[in-house]
């Protein structure tokens, strides 16, 4: 829905509703700034005044706007909330220099102490975020969870299954190959660090097959570095 303020859509089959979404035409650290404000406000309002029944909303952040409308409406209807702490925000922004007003980093940190102080539950994917979550003023439970794959679902491919793939689309079945999947962006795909080991691995270019999966404002002057 982008740049549409005023759509919303439900997947019956699912059970999964699509809030409208501001979408900027150029990505721009403004511009996502928007998007995250626009979620924020349509979410807000659509949980608060929604006849759905539930008894638990779980939210996860970054971005800590979208965690911030859960846990203020869990509040409001008197329900509990679980939040899930991807990254710790804004600590990270500032370290990687994508956050440096004074007043913005302030009113971050409020809102993510407050999130972290309200909450019922609080799921980490690390045991390093325990103690820093703890001095935002956590008084709940946290729990870790560690990122990792069903291996139910997912398990490694046989030897000949990787051949065919390769073949597939035409890489080297000689090389090792290096993948990269994400974004081209600012802050913290730092691909500028990536396109530096590149050039200093250029001696193994023989035994490297390189792969990169994404898009984003930073890709072009990637591919120039490269």
Do not use: M
């Given at each position: 829905?982008?740049?549409?303020?005023?759509?919303?859509?439900?997947?019956?089959?699912?059970?999964?509703?699509?809030?409208?979404?501001?979408?900027?035409?150029?990505?721009?650290?403004?511009?996502?700034?928007?998007?995250?404000?626009?979620?924020?406000?349509?979410?807000?309002?659509?949980?608060?005044?929604?006849?759905?029944?539930?008894?638990?909303?779980?939210?996860?952040?970054?971005?800590?706007?979208?965690?911030?409308?859960?846990?203020?409406?869990?509040?409001?209807?008197?329900?509990?909330?679980?939040?899930?702490?991807?990254?710790?925000?804004?600590?990270?922004?500032?370290?990687?220099?994508?956050?440096?007003?004074?007043?913005?980093?302030?009113?971050?940190?409020?809102?993510?102490?407050?999130?972290?102080?309200k909450a019922n539950k609080i799921v980490v994917p690390l045991e390093s975020f325990v103690e820093t979550i703890k001095d935002k003023g956590a008084k709940s439970e946290i729990?870790?969870?560690?990122?990792?794959?069903?291996?139910?679902?997912?398990?490694?491919?046989?030897?000949?299954?990787?051949?065919?793939?390769?073949?597939?689309?035409?890489?080297?079945?000689?090389k090792k190959i290096a993948v990269y999947f994400g974004f081209f962006n600012f802050g913290m795909n730092d691909v500028d660090t990536l396109a530096t080991a590149i050039e200093?691995?250029?001696?193994?270019?023989?035994?490297?097959?390189?792969?990169?999966?994404?898009?984003?404002?930073?890709?072009?002057?990637?591919?120039?570095?490269?």
């Open positions: 829905f982008r740049r549409v303020l005023f759509r919303s859509k439900f997947d019956r089959e699912n059970n999964v509703v699509y809030l409208p979404l501001y979408l900027p035409s150029k990505h721009s650290l403004i511009g996502r700034g928007l998007t995250y404000i626009s979620y924020f406000l349509v979410s807000f309002f659509y949980v608060l005044f929604d006849s759905f029944r539930y008894d638990v909303i779980l939210t996860s952040s970054p971005p800590v706007t979208t965690s911030l409308a859960a846990v203020i409406v869990a509040k409001l209807r008197r329900k509990k909330v679980v939040l899930d702490i991807r990254d710790l925000w804004p600590d990270i922004g500032i370290e990687l220099g994508i956050i440096r007003n004074s007043f913005i980093i302030y009113l971050l940190r409020k809102i993510v102490n407050f999130q972290v102080r729990r870790i969870i560690f990122n990792g794959a069903d291996t139910s679902i997912y398990s490694p491919l046989s030897e000949s299954e990787k051949i065919e793939i390769r073949n597939k689309y035409s890489l080297p079945l000689e200093k691995t250029a001696e193994k270019k023989d035994a490297l097959h390189y792969l990169f999966i994404g898009d984003g404002v930073k890709r072009k002057e990637f591919e120039e570095k490269i």
